[in-house]
């Protein structure tokens, strides 16, 4: 369960420390979602420090309470966009750095540090920063921060099922289902779809 060994090893050195991730890389359409979350003197309601862990390990339900409390007690907040274009146009790992930075933009004041889900730090971060491989499963700010890139994608992506509705996007969130391939073969690929990926690029010849 994840902790805060990580960040009380520098809150004496760095006073807001902000944990990373990213919610969105695999999907064949829609958005890369990043969010940013700091607690100050990193303070947590208890019921929360219990309950937070790595998205993917939660349920819907779970995730969808949990990102609730967050907005609800004083952890401070940002997320970022890298739309479907940015994707195609800059690459998947870049458009995520971009989507990481854009979610620490978005927070209400400055990191100090910032630990970041993954292998590798976004360039040109505010502040400097720590990767930590599987992060979200290690750090309670990480695992915060991949509760509210998940749900805030998955909200997106469910929106968007309301206009292309043959995908199943509110139920696979655009990864490559059986319903969201047999939408493409029925009606194509539309203005969501990543262009860049392989199976994509199957569907448009």
Known sequence: ???????????????????????????????????????????????????????????????????????????????????????????????????????VENLPCVPSFALVDGNKVPPLLPCPARAIVKGDALSLSIAAASIIAKVTRDNIMSCLAKDFPYYGWEKNAGYGTKLHQKGLKEHGVCIHHRKSYAPIKAYLK
């Open 1 to 103: 369960m994840p902790d805060f060994k990580y960040e009380a090893s520098i809150i004496n050195i760095h006073s807001l420390i902000a944990g990373i991730d990213e919610a969105g890389r695999g999907p064949w359409a829609g958005p890369v979602v990043a969010a940013a979350v700091v607690f100050p003197d990193l303070e947590i309601p208890v019921f929360l420090s219990q309950a937070l862990d790595d998205s993917k390990k939660l349920s819907r339900h779970k995730r969808e309470e949990l990102f609730e409390s967050l907005h609800s007690c004083s952890a401070l907040i940002g997320c970022g966009i890298a739309s479907v274009e940015e994707i195609d146009r800059l690459n998947i790992l870049q458009a995520t750095f971009l989507a990481m930075r854009r979610a």
